[in-house]
């Protein structure tokens, strides 16, 4: 965390400008009790001494409707002349829309240096939310800082509005322009002036000033904006004044912070320690909603503190009651003991709460549904558990810090168990049910009352049993496409004494379908048996190197006058192998459809020396590659596969082998596409273009490289440069009048392969285009136009000049503007002009709109004369 300093100032040895009126910050923030109404809190902060007070105020409510509202007692007198005004009331909406809140009151207090003459310059606040009923209730978040604040001269300002939001939204915040009557924009107002500059941090809220280099009092406005679900729900804009002073004093410093995740009853537990180079006393403050969390409120403990240095201990163990989407922020402050000015060093932190992940323990086959359980999680506060699936295996390792499961996962949420003591769900797919022959990976999260997903549990990975004659070896035993074979074998059914009309003999029925997905199938032969015992079939005279195929074993009870089929048949394939040719490499796809979970698949390649085939490598993953090999000479291979059923008493162990392929590797791929890198070159209208391949074994394969252009962001690359050197490694490109265009960079070998293309790089334009902000039509024949500075690359502009008063004195579409400084043919008085000016640019995406709005000083002799046109240069 960087340091971030803050001054306070100590009145003591300090003298104050009185100010003549009183308001001098404020904010207004709501929560909604019903569909359409809210209670509204409206903060205002005036100066003591001034004699206005405002015991009600008449708030706008953006429905065409106002309310006076009365101040709540008693009004609360705080430090440096400043008091606080609470005003609450409530108020119903006619229905769904947005609607803009508006306070305002005569008037700001004196002495403002970026509002002019604000003493006579309206104060107003406002707010803007948004009555939907499909979001939801909405509260505005909690600014636990109040808006005023002090900064010294010369020194880093950090102010932090500690905005918390009780329902968990989303917050960012940004800079606007303080406000007048009806809430419009104050004329003339400017941000205060900064060494470096002047900013607010749109996701932390730090509000920052590098360095002020004035002294004096400012106001500025943040508008903290809610976010749901990707949509702006709402805007609260806060009104704050910063008084600026000098001083010799040296800030203390605060040790590093970090941020945390942890779980529910992970405890975050830590000194926060402050130093003071000037040997000052220090107190230290934290701010955040973790105080207000009612079932496991944080604790910040002041443990020591001499002279130089303090130490408090922060310690917070979150409870269910604390699990939310968002992190929760934590402003740190120290705040030295000067007595000439105090200063204050600022830190803030994130703590993010998860759910602790379920336990997952069981994934059983219930027929064509899926039996999963999990242990009891333990609280009351859930509102119950999502489940999730997705088809396969899965390689989905969430980090600590990450809670529900993503898209990109490759899950999807499947069902919903209502209650937190649920320990069960049955997935049955709806009515279709799930399907045989197709493994499914399980998760599960527990979700909280306000929709926040705990961490994934463990996953389990099962499939249905499909059928009594349970299938446990489908294996090729040779390969050829007219002798080939395969053989399969199951287990013996148990239990069948159980079932009164089952009496024997019994007779398998095997059945055979072309391909792993086969679905015509064909009686390949039948298996009489009396004790069940005969549990084995051989399948010959196929081809078994063209592909794969799947079994099914139908029981029969085969009694006299009694045959009928027992239970489902049990349906499993052989394993087929794919052998893909790649350069000094094989590409491998494994192809099976069986009712058991195959944990490995081990990879042989016959030996031409021993003339056996030997281990080369095993994977859990359904591809592989064979790297290393010698293009032009022939490799042969097979995979087998272990695995097992799931379901306890169900066989374990089962190995299956593949049919042999044989394949010979060639150089049919292209080389890695390279990196790319363009700089634009603006005095002398070129792009260089500059790559490279770092990886030696793809650079070796190179030959060389084509280099392709397109002059917008869309449209057709085209080759604008082939390079037969792979030493070639940069290229200058000139485009023409208009330096833009996107490029990009695709490699060559000597066989013609051509690789991907690189990342695509677009320039834009060189161009420039500013107003100056001031000039001097007074006839002296020096800056007697106003006149833009443009590189030409603006097509036209729609520019408009306004007085102090709102009125229109020039316009053109003139790039260059040339204004003369007149209206109605008479030289305008000398002040401040308002612009607003619309700059159309040919931009690589083609013409581009860009807004500017700013000042013009004009600076004249009172009864100037227009010159002639030729003193004008």
């Known amino acids: ?136 209730f909405n509260q505005t978040p909690i600014l636990l800082n109040p808006p005023y604040d002090k900064a010294a001269k010369g020194y880093l300002f950090i102010h932090n509005p500690a905005a918390f939001d009780p329902d968990g939204d989303s917050l960012s915040y940004e800079l606007t322009v303080c406000t007048r009557e009806d809430g419009k924009p104050i004329e003339n107002y400017t941000f205060p002036p900064a060494t470096n500059r002047f900013y607010v941090d749109s996701i932390s809220g730090d509000l920052v000033w590098d360095t002020p280099a004035d002294t004096g009092a400012y106001n500025v406005a943040i508008e903290i904006q809610e976010w749901r679900n ?39 537990d830590f000194f926060f320690i402050s130093n003071d180079p000037d040997g000052d006393m220090i107190s230290q403050f934290a701010t955040s909603g973790v105080f207000s969390v009612e079932a496991c409120k944080a604790q910040f403990i002041r443990l020591d503190s001499i002279p130089g240095r303090s130490i408090s201990r922060f310690a917070w163990t979150p409870c269910h009651e604390s699990v939310r989407q968002q992190p929760y922020d934590v402003i740190f402050k120290s705040e030295d003991k000067n007595s000439e000015l105090s200063l204050v060093d600022i830190d803030n932190m994130r703590i993010k709460v998860l759910g602790p992940p379920p336990v997952l323990t069981g994934a059983v086959p219930e027929g064509k549904s899926m039996r999963l359980s999990w242990n009891n999680y333990g609280t009351g506060y859930i509102s119950g558990f999502a489940v999730y699936r997705k088809e396969g295996p899965s390689t989905f390792d969430p980090d600590s810090c990450v809670n529900g499961i993503p898209p990109w996962s490759g899950f999807s949420k499947v069902g919903y168990a209502p209650g937190s003591a649920t320990v069960e769900y049955i997935d049955n797919n709806g009515v279709e049910g799930l399907d045989f022959g197709v493994e499914y990976t399980y998760r599960v999260v527990a979700v909280y009352p306000n929709g926040t997903e705990s961490k994934a549990s463990n996953e389990i990975t099962s499939s249905l049993v499909t059928g009594v004659p349970v299938i446990r070896h489908v294996t090729v035993g040779e390969t050829d496409a007219v002798n080939g ?142 790297t290393g090999l010698e293009n032009g000479r022939d490799y042969c291979y097979y995979v087998r596969t272990y695995g097992g059923y799931t379901i306890s008493g169900y066989p374990k162990d089962l190995f299956n082998l593949s049919q042999r392929v044989c394949v010979v590797p060639v150089d049919n791929e292209p080389p890695c596409p390279p990196d790319i890198n363009v700089s634009s070159q603006c005095d002398s209208l070129y792009n260089q273009v500059t790559w490279t391949i770092t990886d030696p074994v793809c650079f070796d394969d190179v030959a060389g490289y084509r280099l392709y252009f397109r002059p917008e962001v869309e449209g057709i690359m085209q080759m604008i440069q082939q390079f037969n050197d792979r030493n070639s490694s940069s290229y200058k490109h000139y485009p023409g009048d208009l330096v833009a265009g996107c490029y990009g960079v695709t490699a060559f070998d000597a066989l013609g392969n051509e690789s991907a293309m690189s990342d695509v790089i677009c320039v834009d334009s060189c161009d420039f285009y500013e107003i100056p902000n001031v000039f001097t039509p007074n006839g002296d024949g020096i800056n007697d136009l106003l006149v833009a500075k443009t590189s030409g690359l603006v097509e036209r502009v729609d520019f408009r000049l306004y007085n102090r008063s709102g009125q229109l004195i020039f316009s053109t579409n003139e790039p260059k503007l040339n204004w003369d400084g007149t209206y109605r043919g008479k030289i305008v008085s000398p002040g401040i002009y308002f612009y607003q000016c619309d700059v159309f640019e040919r931009r690589i995406s083609g013409i581009e709109e860009l807004h500017l709005s700013g000042f013009v000083h004009v600076i004249t002799e009172k009864g100037a004369v227009i010159k002639p046109p030729d003193f004008k240069k």
Not at 10 to 27: D, K, V, Y
């Open 485 to 626: 074979s395969i053989k399969v074998i199951w287990k013996k059914p148990d239990r069948l004494d159980t079932i009164p009309t089952v009496t024997g003999p019994y007779e398998y029925l095997v059945y055979r379908a072309d391909g792993i997905p086969g679905t015509n199938y064909l009686l390949k032969g039948s298996v009489p048996t009396a004790d069940l015992n005969d549990t084995v079939f051989a399948d010959t005279l196929m081809n078994t190197a063209a592909g794969g195929f799947l079994y099914r074993v139908e029981l029969y009870n085969d009694a006299p006058g009694n045959r009928f089929m027992i239970g489902d048949a049990g349906i499993a394939s052989s394993v087929y192998l794919q052998a893909s040719p790649g350069d000094r490499k094989v590409r491998f796809s494994i192809q099976r459809n069986v009712p058991w979970i195959n944990t490995r698949y081990d990879f042989f390649r016959y030996n031409e020396n021993t003339m056996v085939f030997d281990s080369i490598g095993s994977t859990n993953l359904l591809e592989w590659v064979d």
């Open 1 to 136: 965390m960087l340091s971030r300093i803050i001054p306070i100032l100590i009145l003591t040895g300090f003298s104050i400008a009185s100010h003549a009126t009183h308001n001098r910050a404020g904010e207004i923030t709501y929560r909604q009790i019903s569909a359409l109404t809210f209670e509204f809190t409206i903060t205002t902060f005036t100066y003591q001494l001034s004699l206005a007070d405002r015991p009600r105020l008449e708030v706008s409510w953006g429905d065409n409707t106002t309310s006076i509202v009365d101040r709540v007692d008693p009004k609360i007198f705080l430090p440096n002349f400043y008091i606080k005004n609470t005003y609450i009331t409530t108020h119903t909406f006619p229905g769904p829309g947005i609607y803009r809140v508006v306070v305002q009151d005569p008037n700001r207090n004196q002495g403002v240096v970026n509002i002019p003459n604000s003493v006579n310059v309206v104060f107003s606040i406002q707010t803007v939310l948004t009555v939907n009923p499909s979001i939801g």
């Open 230 to 268: 990707g949509k702006k729900i709402g805007v609260v804009v806060r009104d704050m004044q910063i008084d600026v002073f000098t001083t010799t004093n040296k800030p203390p410093v605060n040790e590093v912070l970090v941020d945390y995740c942890v779980e529910v009853g992970q405890a975050v």
